[in-house]
């Protein structure tokens, strides 16, 4: 039984591979639906449970019990590619139209693969949660993205990202007397996290405030071409997320 496990697992494994996503959507489980598939109750999905898992949501979504899905009984977490014509669900591997046992089972590993940022082949309740708020904070980022990209062509230069400073530090400073302090900060019910106090004297001026937003823009644009592109600006959003939550992870 084992063995056949392995082969099986490792053809599906062979499969999710080839998956790469282009949407926003992610693999989405109640609290209930987790605790069902940890079946030995330690608190995370091995990949025996993660098989298991996709087997019993293939057969929730497969209302016509016909043993395969059509677009139409789709979860909605499931991603599409854009094609000529229209929408191809990421699962359909061979593009025949609707979606078997095999392909679902393996866009699911596939999907939690994703999300066993350790490494450890299990994916526990805090990876599934965290993995599901980098979402969240992807469509957030795009929304950033989007409000710097001050002429709408789709990337942000050197010139907009100075012209976002200088608009943030003006919202920001709430009294106008050319510094950001905590009470500004506060009252502007904004997040900290960009803004330091490189000289210690308990205010932000502008060059600070400016250096620590710069340093965001260098570090964005990764292809160092002058420009942040949407994507880059996401991924390094998320990098800095993933790496905060696996150094939390290592102090507990």
């Given at each position: ?15 999710a591979l ?43 979504a497969d209302a ?16 599409f ?18 979606i ?12 939690l ?6 490494s450890?082949?299990?994916i526990?309740a805090a ?17 950033d ?19 976002l400073?200088?608009?943030n ?25 960009y ?6 004297d308990?205010k932000?001026d502008?060059l ?7 340093e ?7 292809n160092?071409d ?12 998320l990098d ?13």
């Amino acid at each position: 039984m084992f063995i056949r496990i392995s082969i099986i697992a490792a053809l599906l494994i062979t499969a999710a591979l080839c998956f790469v996503p282009t949407a926003d959507a992610d693999l989405v489980l109640s609290k209930a639906e987790f605790t069902a598939a940890d079946a030995d109750h330690d608190g995370s999905l091995d990949l025996l449970e993660s098989l298991r898992l996709a087997k019993t949501l293939f057969a929730a979504a497969d209302a016509n019990h016909n043993n395969r899905l059509e677009q139409a009984e789709l979860p909605a977490w499931v991603e599409f590619n854009e094609v000529s014509g229209g929408k191809k669900p990421l699962p359909d591997i061979d593009a025949n139209g609707y979606i078997d046992e095999q392909e679902f089972t393996a866009y699911v590993v596939s999907q939690l693969m994703k999300m066993d940022i350790n490494s450890d082949g299990r994916i526990s309740a805090a990876e599934y949660k965290h993995f599901n708020h980098r979402s969240d904070m992807a469509k957030k980022a795009m929304d950033d993205f989007r409000a710097a990209d001050l002429n709408k062509d789709g990337r942000v230069d050197l010139r907009e990202a100075l012209e976002l400073i200088r608009k943030n530090f003006k919202e920001i400073d709430t009294n106008k007397d050319g510094f950001i302090t905590k009470d500004d900060i506060k009252s502007a019910k904004v997040g900290g996290d960009y803004y330091e106090d490189i000289d210690k004297d308990k205010k932000i001026d502008l060059l600070e405030f400016g250096a620590r937003m710069l340093e965001v823009f260098y570090r964005a644009d990764t292809n160092e071409d002058g420009v942040v592109m949407p994507h880059e600006y996401i991924a390094y959003v998320l990098d800095r997320m993933d790496k905060n939550y696996a150094l939390s992870a290592r102090k507990q």
